[in-house]
């Protein structure tokens, strides 16, 4: 199975970086325009971005440290069918946050990964921005 993997490390506490991934406010800050998530094991969660929707179920939560969510594979987006999985971590003063996106029909097109992979290099970016101002 094809993944894309990144990680970045932010000058913010481990709790406010699990803010950024788990909550409404967190992920509009980021990664969407409108999210709704419920983020506990079999949480719903629809992100918006445009008129473009993401819809998934959050496998795993263990809250301040990981949370895997599942995409829908009846989906149209390039995530159907795949995971998402985010760990954070305390690294000195900072908290390392490690992303790996895997599964999905975009993931097995050569193109196409390197368009995921630049997406979340984006991504962590911008997440490390809404975090350190």
């Known amino acids: 199975m094809a993944s894309v993997r990144q990680q970045i490390k932010i000058a913010a506490a481990p709790r ?6 788990t909550t409404a ?8 325009d409108v999210a709704r998530v419920d983020a506990r094991a079999g949480g719903r969660i629809v992100l918006t971005t445009g008129e ?4 998934g179920m ?13 995409w829908d594979a009846g989906s149209e987006e390039r995530t159907a069918g795949g995971r998402v999985k985010f760990d954070v971590a305390r690294d000195g003063t900072e908290t390392r946050v ?3 996106a ?3 029909a975009a993931l097995e097109d050569e193109e196409e990964h390197a368009v ?5 290099k984006t991504a962590l970016k911008k997440l490390r921005v809404s975090l350190e101002g």
């Open 52 to 55: 473009r929707e993401q819809r």
């Open 58 to 70: 959050v496998h795993v939560c263990r809250p301040t440290r990981r949370i895997e969510i599942a």
């Open 25 to 32: 406010d967190g992920l509009t800050s980021w990664w969407c």
């Open 98 to 100: 490690a992303v790996v």
């Open 116 to 120: 995921e992979d630049e997406w979340w």
């Open 102 to 104: 895997s599964g999905g």
């Open 16 to 21: 406010a970086v699990w803010r950024a991934l």
